[in-house]
């Protein structure tokens, strides 16, 4: 999606091209996938918090050579498809890549964030990858951390870059086990085995 400048703005916002949704967050994902663990004849790959849309899913599996997708959304899936990709996940002792797109970004609580940091930790597999990806927001507030509420909505925006997640994921993952990328509003983090 691209959204234009905020209409009679003094500044030359730019145009945002957001990448941290739906087929155009996978395919930042792409150079980033690992082949498949020894053993195994295809990458396995958790999407946590991926909403009722398969997009995801299919753009991934036609592009990627052997890789399965499994996807959980415990508001927008249900139980029995969440329990499914549940079992898929365990009876692999993990997943290879666990992803997390526009999640942590649009969650208020602490407390909630770490919940979910600590699900996907347990999700994937010693040595395995996690990715995850949040939204800045919109100008002007973009990138600035100064959140966005919308009470009325029930809705919660952060504005904020990857990098102010990062301590979050690190305590999740511990310090040197995690990167942020600003420029792709993406974090990667490596469960230590």
């Known amino acids: ?21 739906g087929i155009a967050a996978f395919g930042d994902v792409l150079p980033l996938l690992p082949p498949p663990r020894s053993g195994r004849s295809e990458l396995l790959l958790l999407d946590v918090g991926g909403g009722r849309s398969n997009a995801g899913k299919r753009f991934l599996e036609a592009s990627v050579p052997r890789v399965r997708v499994e996807a959980v959304d415990p508001y927008n899936r249900s139980e029995a498809e969440n329990l499914a990709a549940e079992k898929v996940v365990e009876e692999a002792d993990g997943a290879d890549v666990v992803t997390s797109m526009s999640v942590l970004n649009v969650v208020q609580e602490k407390s909630s964030r770490t919940e979910h940091l600590s699900f996907l930790r347990r999700a994937v597999r010693p040595g395995g990858l996690v990715i995850i990806k949040v939204w800045a927001g919109l100008w002007p507030q973009r990138g600035t951390g100064e959140p966005t509420v919308d009470e009325a909505r029930g809705s919660y925006q952060a504005n904020a870059w990857a990098s102010s997640f990062l301590p979050e994921v690190e305590d999740a993952f511990g310090k040197g086990w995690a990167y942020a990328d600003n420029n792709l509003n993406m974090i990667v983090a490596v469960r230590a085995r």
């Open 1 to 21: 999606a691209e959204y234009a400048a905020p209409a009679g703005s003094r500044l030359p916002y730019p145009v945002i091209r957001d990448q941290t949704e």
